[in-house]
T-cell receptor, first 113, second 114 residues
Framework: DAKTTQPPSMDCAEGRAANLPCNHSTISGNEYVYWYRQIHSQGPQYIIHGLKNNETNEMASLIITEDRKSSTLILPHATLRDTAVYYCIVRPSRGGSNYKLTFGKGTLLTVNP | SAVISQKPSRDICQRGTSLTIQCQVDSQVTMMFWYRQQPGQSLTLIATANQGSEATYESGFVIDKFPISRPNLTFSTLTVSNMSPEDSSIYLC???????????FGPGTRLTVT
């Protein structure tokens, strides 16, 4: 499986955009980029995923570089409730044996008032 | 989406005993997984629960220590056997449906072994 590299921690001011980077330089052509987050004492929550195009949903935007070796998760207006550990994960498309989500250490995002 | 419940939500157990954790999903799912999250650590996949057959364990995890059952498409159990303090962790159930890219997680079971 491709590996990801994320900064261990980041701070963001409430109301500002939070930009969380992820490096995945060994990503394969059929691997998607997934983002999950884990708020303290809760199970991980799916945020967004993408293959090569930028994606946006009600929670966040995902920007993937053209060479697909890195991506950025953007929370456009961070709130205190967005304080969590954010995990960037690469995984082959659904189906086949490589369906498992493998979690790295993630980035602890702290949103400050 | 899938709504997942786990029982118990937390427990304190004595060394040498066993605890069975239940995972119930509100809809039929294709894949069910069990993860462990040790204090201050990330999630580690224990095994994939297969309906009607033996679970598929990840490296470092064995059936004798973590027996798993999955009798149908909505229910699974994980047993932590012969517990030691090192088994103190949060245990999470996770599911995927056939038509979704998303993987959903339960709230977890917080286990403390004394």
């Amino acid at each position: 499986d491709a590996k990801t590299t994320q900064p261990p921690s980041m701070d963001c001011a409430e109301g500002r955009a939070a930009n969380l980077p992820c490096n995945h330089s060994t990503i394969s052509g059929n691997e998607y980029v997934y983002w999950y987050r884990q708020i303290h004492s809760q199970g991980p929550q799916y945020i967004i995923h993408g293959l090569k195009n930028n994606e946006t949903n009600e929670m966040a935007s995902l920007i993937i570089t053209e060479d697909r070796k890195s991506s950025t998760l953007i929370l456009p207006h961070a709130t205190l409730r967005d304080t969590a550990v954010y995990y960037c994960i690469v995984r082959p498309s659904r189906g086949g044996s490589n369906y498992k989500l493998t979690f790295g250490k993630g980035t602890l995002l702290t949103v400050n008032p | 989406s899938a709504v997942i419940s786990q029982k118990p939500s937390r427990d304190i157990c004595q060394r040498g005993t066993s605890l069975t954790i239940q995972c119930q999903v509100d809809s039929q799912v294709t894949m069910m997984f069990w993860y462990r999250q040790q204090p201050g650590q990330s999630l580690t996949l224990i095994a994939t629960a297969n309906q009607g057959s033996e679970a598929t364990y990840e490296s470092g995890f064995v059936i004798d220590k973590f027996p798993i059952s999955r009798p149908n498409l909505t229910f699974s159990t994980l047993t932590v056997s012969n517990m030691s303090p090192e088994d103190s962790s949060i245990y999470l159930c996770s599911v995927r449906t056939a038509d979704s890219y998303e993987q959903y997680f339960g709230p977890g079971t917080r286990l403390t072994v004394t």
